[in-house]
């Protein structure tokens, strides 16, 4: 995974390396290498990508995405909330040991809603099979929200998950063009599905869409 051309993600020249790959890579026969494989994803060592099927470490991505970020903060001067609080005003005052200490605290904090935030993004559009800019950095913000409210960004998560998927369930019954990703998250809709209009009432029993499908 480390070495994958998308680091964390079992890949090959850009699909999901199959179990047959992968048994003639490790040496090891298929019944044992299925029968670990099933250990790994039942107990969530490993997890499997919706749409390619690819098996990927949710840590080894989360913390590439964070390398990633912090590096391309670095080539910039850091990140630039934290340079906002830099004086440019000239004054040669020294601050007192504890206006340091409450600096680099609040400095931390954001520091950690930042990654905290990111890796919320990360998970949801993971489990999703969505991808792009501006959606990744409407989830951050739901995420930096939640988490100064003191809320569990895991819950929060699996709330927003579940939340577009019933979106893609129950889209062809509802009374109203859906949502795409985008409008559904930043818009709050994924927090009131009980306000969701729907065809003659009820939702119809429906088939599953593909995940990551436009509406």
Not at 67 to 81: C, F, I, L, T
Not at 146 to 152: V, Y
């Amino acid at each position: 995974m480390h070495e994958s051309e998308r680091r964390g993600v079992l890949v090959l020249n850009g699909q999901a390396m199959g179990e047959d790959s992968l048994s003639r890579l490790l040496g090891l026969d298929k019944q044992i290498l299925t029968t670990t494989l099933t250990n790994l994803l039942t107990s969530g060592v490993a997890s499997r990508e919706d749409g390619t099927g690819a098996i990927y470490s949710r840590r080894m991505v989360n913390d590439e995405y964070i390398r990633k970020v912090r590096s391309e903060a670095g080539s910039k001067g850091g990140n630039p909330r934290l340079l906002k609080q830099i004086p440019t005003t000239g004054v040669k005052q020294i601050p007192t040991p504890s206006a340091r200490k409450m600096k680099i605290e609040d400095e931390d904090v954001l520091r950690k809603e930042n990654i905290d935030a990111s890796m919320l993004a990360s998970g949801v559009l993971l489990e999703l099979n969505l991808a792009g800019r501006d959606l990744r950095m409407a989830l951050e913000e739901i995420g930096r929200n939640e988490e100064k409210r003191g809320g569990d960004l895991e819950k929060l998560k699996d709330r927003m998950v579940s939340a577009y998927r019933r979106l893609l369930q129950e889209a062809p019954t509802l009374d109203h063009a859906p949502w795409g990703p985008l409008n559904f998250f930043s818009g709050g809709h994924w927090e009131h599905p009980e306000n969701w209009r729907h065809k003659n009432g009820t939702p119809q029993k429906i088939r599953l869409h593909r995940l990551g499908d436009e509406i």
